[in-house]
């Protein structure tokens, strides 16, 4: 029988790199993206799901549902970043990115739960990102919205096993997609006290980006997880040194990880 995958943010990046992989590996995939009608010749099917809107959420997996029977896998890829000091961007936009990558991704589980219960299987795999393991400088609401994703996941994997259903996260480091272009921004305000070092980061952070790894690692991370029969709660998949990183912040003293981080991103 061919599993079942849901992908949300599906037409582009790491989700349509995943959604790929498992198409040619024999599993049936639906990826998901706001306006599926305005992708052109996309290699598995799209269906509409804004994670901001709940109705659309329980249409788009109660169609899937509806087509073949049952929901196997689903895969919360669907998010979006955010940059700027704390103290200049605003709140309003800080409350957005968390209504996507933290709030938007518990409304998708809440869907799928319902039926995979039903079948008393399933696999729940939530991509966060390395960055969710620590606080960056001038992305720390971006790492708040992934590190809030990462410690819900735990729990809820207590809470479902009951019902054989496995919930992992996939952390990802920097990879080559259009991310960068999709971030919301705090400007870089003319007389700012953040001014120059904000703009160096997101130089930085630009060039990370466009410097990433293969989306393809992902996938194939991914159909590794799903074909492993009992999941570990946390995956890294980037670079040594990012993955490096979360195993210093671990063992360091905080001010010499600061210290690190900061000279990493030019701030000494």
Do not use: C, W
């Not at 008393?120 to 919205?145: D, E, Q």
């Amino acid at each position: 029988m061919r599993k079942v995958v849901l992908i949300t943010g599906g037409s582009s990046g790491i989700g349509k790199s995943v959604g790929v992989f498992l198409s040619d590996k024999g599993f049936v995939v639906y990826g998901t993206s706001r306006h599926p009608e305005k992708v052109k010749n996309h290699p598995f099917k799209l269906l509409a799901l804004d994670v901001n809107k709940l109705e659309t959420i329980n249409k788009a997996v109660a169609d899937v549902i509806a087509n073949e029977g049952r929901l196997d896998i689903l895969i919360n890829n669907a998010g979006m970043g955010i940059t700027g000091p704390v103290e200049e961007t605003p709140t309003d936009a800080m409350r957005k990115v968390f209504a996507t990558n933290f709030f938007g991704a518990i409304d998708v589980i809440k869907a799928a739960l319902p039926q995979m219960r039903q079948q008393k299987s399933g696999v729940i795999i939530n991509v966060t990102s390395i960055a969710g393991y620590m606080g960056l400088p001038f992305r720390g609401i971006y790492s708040a919205t992934k590190g809030a994703l990462e410690l819900t996941t735990e729990a809820l994997s207590m809470e479902v096993k009951q019902f054989g259903i496995k919930v992992t996260n996939v952390a990802p480091g920097d990879f080559a997609t259009n991310i960068a272009s999709g971030r919301y921004h705090t400007p870089v305000f003319e007389g700012s006290a953040y001014k120059e070092i904000y703009q160096s980061n997101l130089n930085l952070m630009d060039a990370d980006v466009d410097g990433g790894e293969d989306p393809v690692e992902m996938a194939a991370a991914i159909y590794k997880i799903i074909n492993t029969s009992n999941p570990k709660l946390h995956y890294k998949v980037g670079s040594f040194m990012q993955k490096f990183s979360i195993v210093l912040k671990r063992i360091l003293p905080d001010k010499i990880f600061e210290k690190l981080l900061m000279n990493n991103y030019k701030m000494l």
